[in-house]
């Protein structure tokens, strides 16, 4: 399905999404590498609708059912400048070890990273900057999520390498796999807290869009960086103003994440945000527009 059909056929449904969609492509197209990555990806993706038995129309419907949500907790977020689920314990019961919420959840999100400038740009911001941190013997990525990350690390470092994805959900994993197709790969059902490696700390950890959906994430941080090689390197990305029915932690400010990630012991070697909509972070932030914060870390030295 090329990228216009995409779009038209979500406008088709949605036409007032549709229209800001069509103004995101107009944006993305810009990128001469935007379309072809987006048919690399396309075509991959038809080959784990077709293994589950889905369509591209139950696909753009998992993907309007996240707008819908959004928009749900967005008006709520309005009222009250608050997330509206404040337990991690609640989110995992409905969500997480919800199958059917999940994979809809978890396809949505998949198809937003080529919709959405944001998120389309944070990708490839990873993807071009993970290669000044190579050669990685051991990759660890928590939160695998739709495995799109995941599948881009092993891109750029290769075989020469240990490779875990670790989720808390099943529904998450199975995507990953759906799209990996490696055997190489160890696969963690379980909470970051409760992950061990005895016999060998990473490389390089990724953790996407994870910090928010904790109750604490200083005591995360701090797990993430007793996971870590001393010389080894963290890539996180967290959004700040953005309603979810699985975010629980709300950052209002870029600072806000600066300032945990240095209270962490950890120091920030590159960062980029960036918004979802085209205004200047002052604005966004004052106005409560989402924004997407990613930064490669160290360990800082004392």
Not at 15 to 42: R, V
Not at 216 to 232: F, T
Not at 267 to 296: G, H, N, P, Q, W
Request: with cysteine.
């Amino acid at each position: 399905m090329k990228i216009e059909h995409l779009i038209e056929s979500i406008s088709a449904k949605n036409a007032i999404h549709g229209k800001k969609l069509q103004k995101n492509f107009a944006s993305l197209s810009e990128d001469e590498n935007y379309i072809k990555n987006y048919n690399t990806f396309i075509t991959k993706y038809k080959v784990i609708l077709e293994k589950k038995d889905l369509t591209f129309n139950d696909a753009i419907n998992y993907y309007l059912k996240m707008i819908s949500d959004f928009n749900e907790e967005m008006l709520d977020f309005i009222r009250t400048n608050k997330y509206r689920n404040t337990s991690f314990e609640e989110v995992n019961q409905a969500m997480y070890n919800n199958p059917d919420v999940m994979v809809s959840h978890m396809h949505g999100l998949l198809l937003s990273q080529f919709l959405w400038k944001h998120h389309y740009a944070v990708y490839q911001y990873f993807k071009t900057t993970i290669q000044q941190y190579l050669p990685v013997k051991s990759y660890l990525e928590i939160g695998a999520g739709h495995g799109l990350y995941f599948e881009a690390a092993m891109e750029k470092i290769g075989e020469d390498c240990t490779f875990e994805a670790l989720d808390i959900s099943e529904s998450s994993l199975e995507l990953t796999k759906s799209l990996i197709k490696s055997e190489k790969v160890v696969y963690h059902l379980k909470n970051v807290f409760d992950y061990t490696d005895e016999d060998e700390k990473k490389d390089f950890i990724t953790m996407g869009e994870v910090l928010e959906h904790v109750e604490d994430p200083l005591a995360l941080l701090n797990k993430i960086k007793s996971l870590i090689k001393p010389d080894g390197t963290i890539f996180i990305t967290t959004p700040t103003n953005a309603p979810s029915m699985d975010h629980i932690y709300l950052f209002n400010t870029i600072q806000e994440i600066r300032d945990l990630i240095h209270e962490a012991g950890l120091e920030i070697v590159d960062e980029r945000y960036f918004v979802s909509e085209d205004i200047e972070l002052e604005k966004a932030e004052k106005r409560k527009v989402a924004t997407m914060y990613a930064s490669f870390l160290k360990i800082k030295n004392i």
